[in-house]
Nanobody, 119 residues
């Protein structure tokens, strides 16, 4: 089993930045891909960004050029740097991991961290 814990969420003004972190523990050597999904109130959960162990990345069109996903394999941690935040980025953000080489990792999920973009 893989356990994922997110941190770094909070309240930020439009145009601001936040950096989310995701620490993995447990059976971490099975992890290949890691990613971030989000779910806003009344909306379906959507993929934000993903990264494989080889460094391939995938981004939602709505965040391209503003968000950057990265990972530190030695520390079993993934990051999501979010810049130029907009009110529509407000959502619960979930970290995910997957044993597969996939750019839509969904096997394991964290509990989520709230990001609120508001003035």
């Amino acid at each position: 089993q893989v356990h994922l814990v997110e941190s770094g969420g909070g309240l930020v003004q439009p145009g601001g930045s936040l950096r989310l972190s995701c620490a993995a523990s447990g059976n971490i050597f099975v992890i290949n891909a890691m990613g971030w999904y989000r779910q806003a109130p009344g909306k379906q959960r959507e993929l934000v960004a993903a990264i494989t162990s080889g460094g391939a990345t995938n981004y939602a069109d709505s965040v391209k050029g503003r968000f950057t996903i990265s990972r530190d394999n030695a520390k079993n941690t993934a990051f999501l740097q979010m810049n130029s935040l907009k009110p529509e980025d407000t959502a619960v953000y979930y970290c995910t991991a997957d044993p597969l080489i996939t750019l839509r990792p969904r096997a394991y999920w964290g509990q989520g961290t709230q990001v609120t973009v508001s003035s």
